[in-house]
């Protein structure tokens, strides 16, 4: 089983930057996607960004050309850097990934969340 750990959330002014670093640990598990998807206060989840084992990406318009989705395959860990934060982008943020098991059936697994709050 597949376990996955946020870490790099906190509190920064509108302008600034985050890095947000999710591991994924356990046995018996091979990786075909991993992203990020945010929840604000009221609000639905919502696709954040997303990178398969391909390499190819997929973001939500209102975070393109400001974030950036990459990953460390041998870890493997996926990073979500996010630059030029707005105020909108408070949410907390929730690692995803696809994963097949040894018998090679997919499977979702999500992180704990890690609380973003960008300030004006």
């Known amino acids: 089983q597949v376990q996955l750990v946020e870490s790099g959330g906190g509190l920064v002014q509108a302008g600034g930057s985050l890095r947000l670093s999710c591991a994924a640990s356990?046995?018996?598990?091979?990786?075909?996607?991993m992203g990020w998807y945010r929840q604000a206060p009221g609000k639905q989840r919502e696709l954040v960004a997303t990178?398969?084992?391909?390499?190819?990406?997929n973001y939500a318009d209102s975070v393109k050309g400001r974030f950036t989705i990459s990953r460390d395959s041998a870890k493997p860990t996926v990073y979500l850097q996010m630059n030029s934060l707005k105020p909108e982008d408070t949410a907390v943020y929730y690692c995803?990934?696809?994963?097949?098991?040894?018998?090679?059936?997919?499977?979702?697994?999500w992180g704990q969340g890690a609380q973003v709050t960008v300030y004006s």
């Open positions: 995803n990934g696809r994963f097949l098991d040894l018998s090679s059936r997919s499977y979702v697994h």
């Open positions: 990178l398969d084992r391909g390499g190819s990406t």
């Open positions: 356990g046995s018996g598990f091979s990786v075909t996607a």
